[in-house]
């Protein structure tokens, strides 16, 4: 008997480092999976697309850094083994972040995350940046909202911080969708989703995390500062050394009671009275 095996399309991207975290859902949704490696400086993403071309299409005009492109066949067999083999678990500031086909050990702090459906998965600076501001607040029986939750690693975070309630909210469906997913897979309780506009958001919180760009607080500086509880935090991150600056001109007269850095990251820490 002639054995036939199936083929699949498999395109690998050589990136820059820490451009799984700046993917937008639709590239997951493009595709079967997404295997991911660091390659000294870079990363490796290997992506096994629904229609090559399309994707290939959708990659050429997203402005992501990609330094090189190629397409391969592979056997359709070996497509899970792949992703399972380039992601493996890690740890920040004592929490582990694994795969679902990973065993957990008994008592230690985990947050179960799927890289073949969610963006955020805990490896860029920016996000291990907040991370560390979280943990070094008082943040137990607190209540948090997290802005632009993608993947809701910061809100799962948060809840194993011993905050009362987290609300993770994003302006994408495609992302409360994935974070969804996340809460299930790691079997969480008072962590709440929500699919609005900043300047929709009602209510006051004891901490606010913003891992978001510059343009985003340009345009909803406000918005975020109602959300806050007088006496609260504000902790954000996704600000590039190069906005530095006009970052911490747009906040005043607030100044950081915290600043970390990261390689070009930026994370900042605010009290806001």
Aim: proline fraction near 5%; hydrophobic fraction near 40%; charged fraction near 25%.
């Amino acid at each position: 008997m002639i054995d036939i095996k199936k083929s699949i399309v498999c395109i690998e991207l050589l990136a820059e480092k820490g451009t799984e975290e700046l993917l937008p859902e639709r590239f997951y949704a493009l595709c079967n999976g997404v295997g991911i490696e660091e390659q000294n400086e870079k990363t490796l993403l290997r992506c096994y697309p629904h229609q090559p071309e399309a994707f290939l299409e959708f990659v050429r005009g997203s402005g992501l850094p990609v330094v090189i492109m190629s397409v391969t066949q592979k056997d359709e067999e070996d497509y899970g083994a792949l992703v399972k083999k380039y992601f493996k678990s890690f740890t920040i500031e004592g929490v582990a972040i694994l795969p679902p086909w990973e065993k957990i050990s008994a008592g230690k702090p985990h947050i179960v995350i799927d890289p073949g459906m969610a963006f955020g998965t805990g490896r860029h600076e920016s996000t291990k940046l907040m991370m560390k501001c979280v943990k070094g607040l008082p943040i137990t029986r607190k209540s948090v909202l997290d802005l632009g939750c993608g993947s809701a690693i910061l809100s799962l975070y948060a809840r194993l911080q011993d905050s009362t309630h987290v609300i993770g909210v994003d302006i994408d469906p495609d992302a409360v969708f994935s974070a969804a997913k996340t809460l299930k897979l790691n079997r969480t309780r008072n962590v709440y989703l929500a699919c609005a506009d900043l300047a929709l958001l009602r209510g006051t919180f004891d901490v606010v995390l913003a891992n978001l760009d510059i343009q985003t607080f340009q345009r909803s500086l406000r918005h975020i500062l109602q959300r806050i509880a007088p006496g609260g935090h504000l902790v954000v991150s996704g600000i590039e050394s190069t906005h530095k600056n006009a970052f911490l001109a747009l906040l005043k007269p607030l100044t950081p009671i915290v600043t970390r850095r990261m390689g070009s990251w930026y994370a900042f820490v605010f009290r806001v009275d």
